[in-house]
């Protein structure tokens, strides 16, 4: 069973059919990636709706289950549609349609009912078919070596900028699409900051944090790896050591049935214990796919059990304001026989220069 048949098979009763609206919910779907127009799926057909600069395209992405029309005037096009197939009852993904644009709709079309219907496509995409597994592990094995090849370029005088842009640059000319988000490379008293930005300075002596991704084929791959400019010292071993551990404890906990929120409690009591309570502020891990953060979530919040075939990171870290910082990434598919570690890059606390 495909995308649009599960869809179909999950339409609510409360209406004729689904307007997709979101992007990366329109690629799910149909496999075409573009930007301006829309699906539509009733519980027998389904549409794709583009214009004149996807057309070509979309119609190779044409099949049994999926007719495309070229989207010459949306309110027609769209009220044909509705009109031919006695379609009253529209639904839309109200966790994504503005309420300019669903305001829009409506005065456009006043004969048809328009009904939220929550985050449908977004639970479908929780769960992996194998397929889309295979692309985030290539995604992964891309920027695995894209980690290799900065890490032989690496210098003194290279910058967090140029850290971060050569990972981009060899991620894309591996084959990635583009990167799955913003690169992090922060060293020295920046790798506190979770989420800090590359600067234009050259690498400080202490930590080094790169967190980053390949999207290929539609889907995002998520790593974190933390290295040491120049030497560590013994408070910086305890603190590396004490986040590997933690990530190796929770790595080995995480299973279909836990939830998310005992995966968090794992490595925080690890963390916590060690002397470091407070410093580690964000969740354990999160859903990754189409998108680089999507549900599950590995979070205090998270009360409800894993599933197979969801793909999660685990990413526990220690940072300590104004000093330096520490996070270990790997990427985990609940596949039918277990958990697998989608990621192969190496954990050792590598020194260097």
Not at 9 to 23: G, M, R
Not at 232 to 261: C, F, N, P, R, S
Not at 266 to 294: K, N, Q, T, W
């Amino acid at each position: 069973m495909n995308a649009i048949q599960k869809l179909q098979a999950q339409l609510p009763e409360s209406v004729d059919c689904l307007l997709v609206t979101c992007e990366k919910n329109q690629r799910y779907l149909t496999g075409l990636n573009y930007t301006d127009g829309y699906v539509v799926v009733s519980r027998d057909h389904a549409w794709l709706l583009a214009d004149f600069r996807y057309i070509e395209v979309a119609k190779r992405h044409e099949s049994d289950d999926l007719a495309v029309i070229l989207l010459e005037n949306r309110r027609v096009t769209l009220g044909n549609l509705f009109a031919d197939h006695k379609l009253s009852r529209i639904g839309f993904e109200d966790g994504v349609m503005t309420c300019a644009s669903l305001e829009a709709m409506k005065k456009t079309f006043p004969s048809v009912a328009f009904v939220p219907c929550g985050a449908l496509i977004e639970t479908m995409r929780q769960v992996k078919t194998a397929d889309e597994v295979a692309n985030i592990v290539t995604a992964q094995r891309i920027a695995e070596q894209a980690l290799e090849r900065v890490l032989s370029l690496m210098t003194p005088d290279m910058t967090e900028i140029e850290v971060a842009l050569e990972l981009e640059y060899g991620m894309r000319k591996l084959g990635a699409e583009k990167p799955s988000f913003d690169t992090i490379a922060v060293s020295g008293s920046a790798s506190s900051l979770p989420h800090g930005e590359p600067r234009n300075v050259k690498l400080e002596k202490g930590f080094l944090t790169m967190d980053f991704g390949a999207l290929y084929n539609g889907y995002c791959s998520d790593m974190t790896r933390t290295v040491v400019i120049g030497k560590a010292d013994d408070e910086m071993k305890k603190v590396y050591h004490t986040v590997l551990t933690a990530q190796l404890a929770a790595l080995d906990y995480v299973d279909i049935g836990k939830t998310g929120a005992a995966c968090d409690k794992v490595a925080r009591d690890i963390i916590y214990g060690a002397g470091y309570e407070g410093c580690f502020g964000h969740s354990l891990g999160h859903g990754l796919g189409m998108l680089v953060h999507e549900n599950p979530r590995l979070s205090f919040t998270w009360d409800k059990p894993l599933v197979e075939g969801n793909v999660v990171t685990v990413e526990p870290g220690i940072y300590l304001e104004g000093k330096y910082g520490v996070r270990i990434e790997d990427m985990v598919w609940l596949s039918p026989d277990g958990p697998v570690n989608l990621t192969k890059a190496p954990k050792e606390l590598i020194e260097l220069f």
